[in-house]
């Protein structure tokens, strides 16, 4: 089963090419690891699957990004969008304000208010994003308060409170210690269990331990697409291998 | 080694050190002449409810300051603060419009206040005959202070991290939900400081209340009563040469007022950024 699947997509900043014509299927309930030298466009291709790009002035789309088979560049309410497509950002980004409160402002954005309700959604959010012992009797503490590896599960699970489909998530260990960095890893393997995610990394033994496909990007070009075994252990492309080899050396 | 002693950095302390204590001492003379001159002659009977040539009392004015300054506030900050939220969240980067109010803006709060009484005179009072009045001195000092409000509105704003928006944004969170819920309570301690600044040139203004509110000592009746503010009370005082001495202890009592003001603001500005932490 596709998730996404996208044609001919080209992006534009201003005059200036992002990326061109990048044709790709991303499967449901798989881990999809997106790598590339810095610049290549990994970060803009992941926000054109939320339409996050939409923020930026100048920014300009063609071509089709289908999502369960509907195009979300057409008569898509971005709102609605980016409720099911969920993100978390290379920075931990916890608003100033209470654990609960971070954790509910999803939901309360879009319309919860039981008091019962929400309460139930900090928890099971929390708990997937295995944090919840942790911080169970800190839940009225600011979320600023905490740990850069807390505050990065606390995006997480702030994204995953409004019960998305997909994850995207832009280098979320690039700014953590190395035991974050596994805390979060194993979480992402268990998240896959229910959600479709999609990694930019530049660490490639996390591409190598946690995706089941990897996309190689170069220059805004989509070089090699193929299951994660395969693109470390062989790959097609003499671009890939440099870039792969590269990093391993 | 020994650090070789610079003359050049020397001497940029001393100058350093003696601009603060300049600017130190010229305060607290100030004050404290204020205070020496003015305690001794703040009597209960300069608080009588009304105004006579024998008690001169400034009671009618500290009321209508209060007024003067609540509607002005309320007219100017709504007005000023959802301006600065349009610029800065909605309007695209680059936007003709922006840089025409922008500019308009600056080039207003670089007017001498007379000017706005000017306007205010021949605008509020003569055209829409509103008369001498408080609406007239409001609206008059509203147009005075908005660009500042303005101003700091949109700095406030700007100086929220991007990535509190991208964050709300990414949880398909509306626009306007955005800047209630996350924008404008990390933004609450910088419009404050504008409100401040606005209420210290409001309490302050003389000239653009003069034609406008007019120098009526009587307690106003509602907000078409002509009125004078305390600095105007003080100003008419002075002039008279009479009434030295409780010109003196109005300045006292505006200077509490001032001091009063900004401690209330700086208390609720700690309390928004205490419940954002
Ligand atoms: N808002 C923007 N306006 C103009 N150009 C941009 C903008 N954002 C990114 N770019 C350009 O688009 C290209 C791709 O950037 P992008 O951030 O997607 O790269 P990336 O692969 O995520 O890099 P990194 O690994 O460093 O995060 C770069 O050349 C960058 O300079
Ligand atoms: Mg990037």
């Not at chain 2, 300054?69 to 709504?78: G, K």
Request: aromatic share 10%; proline share 4%; glycine share 8%.
């Amino acid at each position: 089963m596709n998730k996404f699947s996208i044609s001919q997509l080209y992006l534009y900043y201003d005059n200036f090419c992002a990326l061109t014509d990048i044709n790709i299927d991303i499967e449901d309930k798989n881990i999809t690891a997106f790598i590339g030298p810095s610049g290549c466009g990994k970060s803009t291709f992941l926000k054109t699957l939320n339409r996050m790009n939409d923020l930026v002035d100048g920014c300009k789309v063609t071509g089709e990004v289908l999502l369960d088979g509907t195009n979300i560049y057409k008569d898509v309410d971005t709102n609605l969008l980016r409720k099911r497509v969920g993100m978390v950002f290379q920075k931990p980004n916890p608003f100033p304000m209470s654990v609960y409160d971070n954790i509910a402002y999803g939901p309360r954005a879009h319309g919860v208010k039981s008091k019962a309700m929400l309460d139930e959604i900090v928890e099971k959010s929390l708990q997937s994003a295995a944090i919840w012992d942790e911080l169970k009797d800190r839940l009225r503490k600011p979320a600023l308060a905490l740990s850069g590896g807390q505050q990065q599960r606390i995006c997480i699970a702030r994204a995953v409170a409004v019960s998305p489909e997909v994850l995207l998530m832009d280098e979320p260990t690039s700014a953590l210690d190395p035991i974050s960095t596994s805390k979060i890893e194993d979480l992402v393997l268990e998240l896959k269990e229910k959600y479709t995610i999609i990694i930019v990394t530049h660490n490639m033994q996390q591409a190598a331990r946690v995706s089941d496909k990897t996309a190689f990007f170069l220059l805004g070009e989509l070089i090699e697409y193929g299951n994660t075994n395969d693109i470390f252990s062989m790959p097609t492309h003499k671009k890939t291998e440099g870039y792969i080899s590269g990093r391993f050396g | 080694m020994k650090p070789i002693k610079k003359p050049l950095g020397h001497f940029l302390a001393l100058i350093t050190k003696a601009a603060a204590a300049t600017t130190f001492l010229v305060m607290a003379f100030l004050i404290l002449y204020i205070l020496i001159n003015g305690l001794p002659h703040l009597t209960p009977s300069l608080f009588e409810f009304k105004y006579t040539t024998k008690n001169v009392s400034m009671f009618p004015a500290l009321v209508s300051t209060i007024i003067m300054t609540a509607l002005s506030l309320i007219i100017a900050v709504p007005l000023g603060a959802f301006a600065g939220i349009y610029l800065v969240e909605y309007a695209k980067k680059g936007n003709r419009t922006v840089k025409v109010v922008r500019v308009t803006a600056e080039a207003l709060s670089g007017i001498p206040s007379i000017v706005y009484g000017l306007f205010g005179m021949m605008f509020f009072v003569t055209y829409l005959k509103w008369g001498n009045s408080i609406l007239a001195g409001a609206f008059t000092l509203s147009i005075m202070v908005l660009p500042l409000i303005m101003r700091t509105t949109e700095e406030a704003l700007k100086s929220v991290p991007d990535s509190y928006r991208e964050g709300s944004f990414g949880l398909g969170a509306g626009r306007l939900h955005t800047i209630f819920k996350v924008v404008l309570p990390s933004a609450v301690p910088g419009i404050l400081a504008g409100v401040i600044l606005s209420i210290g040139r409001i309490i302050g203004e003389t000239a653009a209340l003069i034609y406008t509110a007019g120098t009526v000592t009587e307690m106003p009746q509602n907000v078409f009563s002509s009125a004078r503010t305390l600095s105007v009370h003080m100003w008419a005082l002075t002039g008279e040469s009479l009434h030295k001495n409780e010109s003196y202890a109005a300045g006292v009592v505006l200077l509490i007022l001032v001091v009063g003001i900004n401690s209330f603001s700086a208390f609720i500005a700690k309390k928004f950024i205490k419940e954002g932490k």
